[in-house]
């Protein structure tokens, strides 16, 4: 049984930095997409960062959205089954509801919320001015 665990969230002052972690037991992340999603208070949750493994016909990556690029980034420590979401610079429209989502196949469209089929509980962000 897929388990995923958020944590690492808080409160942080506009500017700061706030590391996000996320436990996924239960998964093989071989050929497969992780992600991060937000979802702000009145919003659609959507996908902030992505990570898929390379396979034979394409090589691994990651992509962000708009709005965090230079700013996130995703990481993955398979030994550990920990992915994890640098994020720095916080902005006053970053807070909200943080979800880990892992999938076992990965389509292409990896901020994309139907990707995935395991999801966390969420870890809140609060930014303070």
């Known amino acids: 049984q897929v388990q995923v665990l958020e944590s690492g969230g808080g409160t942080v002052q506009a500017g700061g930095s706030l590391r996000l972690s996320c436990v996924v037991s239960g998964f093989d992340y071989t050929g497969h997409c992780v992600g991060w999603f937000l979802q702000a208070v009145g919003k659609e949750r959507e996908g902030v960062a992505g990570m898929w493994t390379g396979g034979v016909y394409r090589p691994g990556g990651s992509t962000y959205a708009d709005s965090v690029k230079g700013r996130f980034t995703i990481s993955r420590d398979n030994a550990k089954n920990t992915v994890s979401l640098q994020m720095t610079s916080l902005l006053s429209e970053d807070p909200g509801m943080y979800y880990c989502?892992?999938?076992?196949?990965?389509?292409?469209?990896?901020?994309?919320?139907?990707?995935?089929?395991?999801w966390g509980q969420g870890t809140r962000v609060t930014v303070s001015s």
């Open positions: 989502a892992a999938s076992s196949l990965c389509s292409g469209a990896p901020l994309s919320a139907s990707e995935y089929t395991y």
